[in-house]
C-alpha cells in the first residue's frame, strides 16, 4: 500500500494506491541459499490506478543470515486485467518489478 500528497500536479493533492495478493512459491535446497519459483493472483485498487486483477510469475533467491530470518531477492513479471477471459490477452503488455526485502519465519 501507498500514499502520496503531491502538490503543482494534475493529480489531487492526496491519493492512495495498494494491492492484495496471494502466492505461492517453490524453495529449491536447504542450504543458506535459497533459490525460488513462483506465481501470484490478485487485485490493484486506489486513487492513482484503475481497479483491476493482476497476475504474476516470480524468480528469486533467499539467503538466510539466521535460522528464521532471511534477506531476498525477487523479479516479477506482472500484467493487469480486467475479466478471466482478458487475462491471456494483456500478458504481453506486462511490466517487470524488482525487490529486495527483509523476511522472518515463524
Known amino acids: 500500500m501507498n500514499y502520496a500528497s503531491i502538490q503543482g ?11 492484495t495478493r496471494g502466492f505461492a512459491d517453490y524453495h529449491f535446497g536447504r542450504s543458506a541459499w535459497r533459490p525460488f519459483l513462483g506465481a501470484n493472483l490478485g487485485l490493484v485498487y486506489g486513487d492513482g490506478v484503475e481497479d483491476t486483477g493482476l497476475a504474476g510469475l516470480e524468480a528469486g533467491l533467499k539467503y538466510y543470515v539466521l535460522p528464521k530470518t532471511f534477506i531476498s531477492g525477487l523479479a516479477e513479471y506482472q500484467w493487469f486485467f480486467e475479466s ?13 518489478v ?9
Open 98 to 106: 524488482y525487490s529486495v526485502g527483509l523476511g522472518f519465519n515463524f
Open 84 to 96: 478471466s477471459d482478458e487475462a491471456d490477452d494483456q500478458f504481453d503488455d506486462g511490466a517487470w
Open 9 to 19: 500536479t494534475s493529480i489531487e493533492d492526496d491519493f492512495w494506491n495498494g494491492s
